[in-house]
């Protein structure tokens, strides 16, 4: 989706930069009382805007529950190229060192990863499709590229589209289930993932190493 099939405006600064204010007031909303029980006149309050203001910036609440995950999808585009993987020295190396800064990032975006994931059903087809479609694009197509470099080194294997697909997902175990380890701190819950994958990729030898 562009930004123009959700918004009347023209200038296309103006339209991104209200996008922004309107997922940061949202998600706000959303994170204490929940996506549903939210209404689009609260929203337009926390934004300081009247409803026929932002009106000109979304049609739907469907539309801010899009702009959220395509928020998300966009910090995570951004938090990969920081990265720097071209100066690690070996294919294992960029992998520990992704999935290590992966844990952080999942760690500092704990909150958005919750509610993307309890509320991303809700999502119109059309818009489902796409956040599917960023979502493979991201973050597994990053694994999947590095498991491939890995693989040329050391055969791992296994299915390596699956296991990109499985990575994404147990990275984001704090995110998503660290509830149930609440007594733990994040430094230990990170290890034993970090030590999970790395056993899980057939990469054992690296664990205490890691």
């Known amino acids: 989706m562009k930004n123009h099939s959700i918004s009347s405006a023209k200038d296309e600064g103006l339209i991104e930069s209200k996008h922004m204010q309107i997922?940061?007031?949202a998600c706000k909303l959303f994170f204490t009382q929940g996506f549903h029980p939210t209404s689009i006149r609260e929203i337009a309050e926390a934004c300081n805007m009247s409803m026929g203001?932002?009106?000109?910036?979304?049609?739907s609440k469907?539309?801010?529950?899009?702009l959220v995950h395509k928020h998300f999808h966009k910090i995570s585009e951004e938090f990969i190229r920081k990265q720097n993987l071209d100066k690690c020295v070996s294919p294992t190396e960029k992998l520990i060192v992704f999935v290590k800064a992966n844990l952080r990032f999942v760690y500092q975006n704990r909150k958005l990863i919750q509610f993307i994931s309890t509320e991303t059903k809700y999502l119109q087809k059309d818009y489902l499709k796409e956040v599917l479609k960023m979502e493979k694009?991201?973050?597994i197509r990053k694994y999947h590229e590095l498991l491939i470099e890995v693989n040329k080194e050391r055969p791992l294997k296994a299915d390596l589209e699956v296991l990109a697909s499985m990575l994404a997902y147990t990275v984001a175990f704090e995110a998503l289930k660290g509830w149930t380890v609440s007594e733990k701190s994040i430094e230990e819950i990170n290890n034993v993932v970090l030590d999970f994958v790395l056993r899980g990729v057939g990469l054992?030898?690296?664990v205490a190493k890691s």
Request: hydrophobic content about 30%; proline content about 0%; cysteine-free.
């Open 62 to 66: 469907d539309d801010v529950l899009y």
């Open 204 to 206: 054992s030898d690296l």
């Open 23 to 25: 997922v940061e007031s």
């Open 137 to 139: 694009d991201s973050t």
């Open 53 to 59: 203001q932002l009106y000109h910036y979304i049609s």
